[in-house]
């Protein structure tokens, strides 16, 4: 019972333990997709952008301490694509591009710059 007790607090605690921070996705017709990403000790990293039509979203390491970390893009009008980040020395803002496989390059931004778009 103690050991029960002890993992539920311990998930407790983890799962407070999280960063959300405003993202911008730019396409490469100027289109805008907002949104945030959330890393969190207990579950890692995800994000999720959209433009009101189409909403992309992924995973990503919230856990590596590189400041450049690559993930998978998956779109609800089926694009995918493979994004890279570069974080700076605190690890909650950055910027990035994200190649789809249409061909098309994206960029973006995360943190309290994104709230600029």
Do not use: H
């Amino acid at each position: 019972m103690k050991s029960i007790l002890l993992l539920s607090a311990a998930a407790l605690f983890l799962s407070a333990c999280e960063i959300t921070q405003p993202v911008a996705v730019i396409g490469p017709k100027g289109e805008i997709f907002k949104g945030s990403a959330t890393a969190s000790l207990a579950e890692g990293g995800k994000f999720s952008a959209t433009n009101g039509k189409i909403t992309c979203a992924g995973t990503y390491d919230a856990l590596s301490s590189s400041l450049t970390v690559s993930f998978p893009v998956i779109c609800t009008d089926g694009r995918k694509g493979l994004g890279t980040a570069t974080r700076d020395a605190s690890g909650v803002t950055g910027s990035g591009t994200i190649k789809m496989n249409d061909g098309s390059d994206w960029t973006f931004v995360f943190g309290p710059v994104a709230n600029n778009f």
